[in-house]
T-cell receptor, first 114, second 112 residues
Framework: DTEVTQTPKHLVMGMTNKKSLKCEQHMGHRAMYWYKQKAKKPPELMFVYSYEKLSINESVPSRFSPECPNSSLLNLHLHALQPEDSALYLC?????????????FGDGTRLSIL | EDKVVQSPLSLVVHEGDTVTLNCSYEVTNFRSLLWYKQEKKAPTFLFMLTSSGIEKKSGRLSSILDKKELFSILNITATQTGDSAVYLCAVEAEGNTDKLIFGTGTRLQVFP
């Protein structure tokens, strides 16, 4: 088990559904990240929150909407996803931007779009 | 364009063998290089390297960085079946320190 907790572990949804992925850490980290990972590929950065503000959006389609309610929580709201969005979604956290500390990953949510 | 290249793409060895995984990079304003191990789920952090020539060691794993030749190696001695995983190399650049640029990984399989 990791210190970054993601729920749910698995999610199957239709293209018209709305769902949310959740991520939580209690390490006092001030930077949190969403990555998308397809099979046999490395993680691809989607979003970065630094001190609860969105600092990086890697040109992600608007059907993915991130939210950072507080420094411990990070959500990813999903709406009208496409089959190609099926992937492992990883959350990570680090102490903060530019502090030279590594990112620590959660176990991910495996998402399947029907 | 910044890029990270890992080799080999895959490796099959027997328990007890020693393996060397390679990571080369081209990044503007390099800051650090990280190694992660990924089994079925979360990439787990192994090492962060910022200085050339200083070996980092954790048990049977060790890693070193060469900033002149722009590469790093990850060594695993006396491999065990539990070492079977994908090993990911990632690089972080100055001024964009939240963005890790990952290589495609090396898939290591260790057989008894």
């Amino acid at each position: 088990d990791t210190e970054v907790t993601q729920t749910p572990k698995h999610l199957v949804m239709g293209m018209t559904n709305k769902k949310s992925l959740k991520c939580e850490q209690h390490m006092g980290h001030r930077a949190m990240y969403w990555y998308k990972q397809k099979a046999k590929k490395p993680p691809e950065l989607m979003f970065v929150y630094s001190y609860e503000k969105l600092s990086i959006n890697e040109s992600v389609p608007s059907r993915f909407s991130p939210e950072c309610p507080n420094s411990s929580l990070l959500n990813l709201h999903l709406h009208a996803l496409q089959p190609e969005d099926s992937a492992l979604y990883l959350c990570a956290s680090s102490q903060g931007s530019g502090l030279g500390q590594p990112q620590h990953f959660g176990d991910g949510t495996r998402l399947s779009i029907l | 364009e910044d890029k990270v290249v890992q080799s080999p793409l895959s490796l099959v060895v027997h328990e007890g063998d020693t393996v060397t995984l390679n990571c080369s990079y081209e990044v503007t304003n390099f800051r650090s290089l990280l190694w992660y191990k990924q089994e079925k789920k979360a990439p787990t952090f192994l090492f962060m390297l910022t200085s050339s020539g200083i070996e980092k060691k954790s048990g049977r794993l060790s890693s070193i960085l060469d900033k002149k030749e722009l590469f790093s190696i990850l060594n695993i001695t006396a491999t065990q079946t539990g070492d079977s995983a994908v090993y990911l190399c990632a690089v972080e650049a100055e001024g964009n320190t939240d963005k890790l640029i990952f290589g495609t990984g090396t898939r290591l399989q260790v057989f008894p």
